[in-house]
């Protein structure tokens, strides 16, 4: 079974930058799509950015698009670079094992059960 653990939140000011990074155990993270999920207290959780293992290709929620980078070494690490960061980008983020559609439609297709823990990301104005 495939791990991921999300890593590398904390508190930036608005306009600044974090780097995640989604660290993998148990496969290599080109074997399977990969997803940045977003929940913020008292909001729903959001698919923010897939990467998919069957061609590459890219996903963005329109909320982030243009500002966050989701790129793969495709052994064990998938990253989310974020620039241009807004106190509306405070939540803990997650990465899954989730196909790409689920992300698009903020679906944990899997469960949130086989998720990592979160880090926290905090935007102060």
């Known amino acids: 079974d495939v791990q991921l653990q999300a890593s590398g939140g904390g508190l930036v000011q608005a306009g600044g930058s974090l780097r995640l990074s989604c660290a993998a155990s148990g496969k290599t993270v080109d074997d399977f799509d990969v997803g940045w999920f977003r929940q913020a207290p008292g909001k729903e959780r959001e698919g923010v950015s897939c990467?998919?293992?069957?061609?590459?290709?890219i996903y963005y929620a329109d909320s982030v698009k243009g500002r966050f980078t989701i790129s793969s070494d495709k052994k064990n690490t998938v990253v989310l670079q974020m620039n241009s960061l807004r106190p509306e980008d405070t939540a803990v983020y997650y990465c899954?094992?989730?196909?790409?559609?689920?992300?698009?439609?903020?679906?944990?297709?899997?469960?949130?059960?086989?998720w990592g823990k979160g880090t926290l990301v905090t935007v102060s104005s």
């Open positions: 899954a094992a989730e196909p790409c559609w689920a992300v698009k439609r903020d679906l944990a297709y899997y469960g949130m059960d086989y």
């Open positions: 990467i998919s293992s069957s061609d590459g290709s």
